[in-house]
């Protein structure tokens, strides 16, 4: 097995499980994936190979039960619904390269590889469990996470999910003896953003010393819809075992190891104890590098009410598309998103942000500076080289500045503030061209007048491009459509070419005769929004 890092940028989602169809909280982290793998491209001047990795986890009993309620065969269940996931995901723009399925033969492989190796470094043994056992989560809970209900019914305090009593023979995972290096590790390098998390691992595995090793197997007698324990019939692997190895499918385990480790791995705050604890556990009784990076994201509220099938609110991402259209969804959830928090999905609130920044701000401020009673002949003015009016220097310093404000903040992930900050520097725009009126330079015959004129189309449309190089991984199809008009270059859409008055001469902007430009249509809000 060789390891040798390439010049690559590795960053995976979950994989969900295909009990259900697709909700807005899997289209969010793929989406987050989706956004900070475009970000490396563009602030790259040499992109680094992407390795985008997603997919489903199509073993375990709650998925065994699925199946038979709905009269099919576990892989015809999981086949249907892992259709609707990558539709789900084509349909947004998720550009990911590589998906896996946990019923894939390459991952099957890979699961038992793993296995295999475990064992040669002594850390599994057979051994007996019992404990509360969760079918909706696939795992067991601990004791002081259980508390019964009025009919005596045993559920998990945090989700009210049942919980049943299981005593069985399994192969047991040596979790205690990572214990110090992974409290070590998440101490050193502080691998989980944003920072709360970390905290809150090494609480959760302080609370995990108490119960000491792990469970890993399954009976077939209780579970049969699983990965085969090697050389034991009578066991499946337990499926998070499963589900976590997905990530080494996805590079080539064991034997194409160039792009490990993970340099970022988008988690929801739900699973945190599996991708905190279990993962780098795993990964060092195999002596491989653990991930540089966990980012860890809240749940999706609904007028802030927490989702539900029983109250009815959960939101249909293929809804969300024929409403906002797929930047406009990608807009939304990014900006109203912190990771630190739950965020809260309000449609009303949503269409004001489309329609205000999207269609006003940047759609409306390139029509204005196109259109034929300002710039006839659709020209983009070369470099001026006359002096600048007060109002022109103060928007070129604000240029200036937002590459690296834009840089900082989605270093951090922090994809609201530099929305944030591109849209206050389109509002200053639209300010300034308000402020030196070409309705009424257009019409002067003084040279001064048609040279501020001039100066204004420029800077308004340098102001576009960079702010749409910048916007490129929130609302790639608009970013697309805009640079294209403006005639940027491919190669010239990184980053590293978001300096303003770069010099360059007269060019033609890529506009039809008599075409109506829209970045984005304007939407209708209706009194059932509020």
């Known amino acids: ?25 899997h289209l969010y982290s793929n989406l987050l994936a989706d956004t900070i ?101 696939e795992c067991f809970v601990s004791e002081d996470e259980i508390v019964k209900d009025q ?21 047991m995972f040596k979790l205690n003896q990572f214990h110090e290096r992974i409290e070590q590790w998440i101490k050193d390098k502080k691998p989980l953003y944003p920072i709360k998390f970390n905290k809150l691992a090494l609480i959760q595995l302080n609370e995990l010393k108490k119960q000491g090793d792990i469970s890993i197997s399954r009976e077939t007698t209780r ?9 034991d019939s ?10 976590l190895i997905n990530y080494l499918t996805a590079v080539g385990y064991p034997d194409h190891m160039i792009h490990w480790p993970p340099n970022c791995q988008i988690i929801g705050k739900d699973i945190l104890r599996f991708h905190a604890i279990y993962w780098p556990a795993l990964l060092l009784g195999l002596n491989l590098e653990l991930p540089r990076q966990i980012v860890v994201h809240g ?6 009410t927490k989702m539900s099938k029983s109250v009815g609110n959960v939101i249909d991402p293929s809804d969300l598309l024929s409403k906002l259209q797929c930047d406009g969804v990608r807009y939304c959830l990014l900006r109203e998103d912190v990771l630190s928090q739950d965020a809260n999905f309000n449609e009303y609130k949503m269409k004001k942000y489309l329609n205000a920044e999207l269609a006003n701000t940047l759609g409306n401020l390139l029509n204005r500076v196109t259109s034929l009673s300002i710039n006839p002949s659709h020209i983009y003015p070369s470099s001026p080289s006359s002096t600048f009016s007060s109002s022109a220097t103060e928007l070129i310093d604000q240029c200036i500045n937002l590459p690296l404000r834009v840089k900082t903040a989605y270093d951090s992930y ?28 257009v019409k002067s015959t003084i040279e001064n007048d ?10 308004t449309l340098e102001c576009l491009r960079i702010c749409g190089i910048l916007l490129q991984p929130i609302v790639p199809s608009i970013t697309k459509q805009l640079l294209d008009i403006l005639d940027i270059d491919q190669s010239k859409r990184t980053l590293h070419d978001c300096n303003v008055l770069i010099e360059h001469k007269e060019k033609k902007l890529n506009i039809m005769k008599n075409q109506r430009i829209s970045l984005y249509q304007r939407l209708t809000i209706v009194e059932n929004d509020v």
């Open 151 to 171: 009919t005596g019914q045993a559920r998990i305090k945090e989700s009210n999910r049942p919980v049943e009593w299981t005593e069985e023979k399994n192969y």
């Open 414 to 441: 922090e994809f609201y503030h530099g929305i944030i900050a591109i849209m206050d520097v389109l509002r200053a725009c639209n300010a300034y061209v308000q402020h030196e009126q070409p309705w009424v330079l």
């Open 234 to 243: 009578s066991q499946v692997v337990y499926v998070w075992i499963d589900a």
């Open 299 to 304: 749940h999706w509220l609904k007028d802030d």
């Open 37 to 137: 793998a475009r970000w490396q491209v563009v602030k790259h001047r040499s992109a680094p190979k992407i390795i985008f990795s997603t997919g489903t986890d199509e073993h375990g009993l709650k998925i065994e039960r699925a199946a038979l309620s709905a009269q099919l065969s576990p892989l015809e269940f999981c086949n249907q619904v892992t259709k609707t996931f990558r539709n789900m995901f084509d349909q947004f723009a998720i550009e990911y390269t590589d998906y896996i399925r946990t019923t894939d033969k390459k991952h099957c492989q890979a699961v038992q590889h793993v296995w295999q190796e475990l064992l040669k470094q002594n850390l599994i043994y057979k051994g007996s469990y019992e404990g509360w056992y969760s079918v909706p989560d």
């Open 1 to 25: 097995m060789t390891i040798s890092r390439a010049a690559s940028y590795f960053i995976s989602t979950p994989i969900y499980y295909v009990n259900s169809k697709p909700h807005i909280g």
């Open 223 to 231: 579970l049969s819809w699983g990965i085969q324990v090697p050389n």
């Open 450 to 459: 048609q040279q501020r004129l001039q100066i204004l189309i420029y800077l």
